[in-house]
């Protein structure tokens, strides 16, 4: 029985994964050149909570129940969106950090390997 859950767990995972418009964006985000996106990609945050106060007022006013779903996806694909910008800059300086790091070490290896030729 866990078996079978944890298995359903794993296809629902790869579904939502390859699927799934804000997690399709945060992927590319999360690569090397869409880490620059991650802050413009945080105002993709406002549609999210617009339509999650939409979709709040409607069951307020006497709407069905299962809006209530909608409202919970709006706000986690709110508070996805909105977490990605502050992460994006993190692995962008993390990146760039260590692109510049290895820069330095090529630098040094190339101007010290001519003085090893000439001994």
Known sequence: MIRQLWTLSVHTRAFL?????????????????????G?????????????ASTFTTLIADGGPGWLNLLVLL??????????MGPVSLILLVRARIREEVKRRHARATSDST?????A
């Open 17 to 37: 994964r390859r699927y799934m418009p804000t997690n399709i964006l945060l992927d590319a985000i999360r690569t090397r050149r869409g880490l620059k996106w």
């Open 39 to 51: 802050v413009p990609a945080m105002l993709l945050a406002v549609p999210y909570l617009l339509a």
């Open 74 to 83: 709006c706000l986690w694909n709110t508070m996805k969106l909105i977490i």
């Open 114 to 118: 001519p003085a090893l030729m000439e």
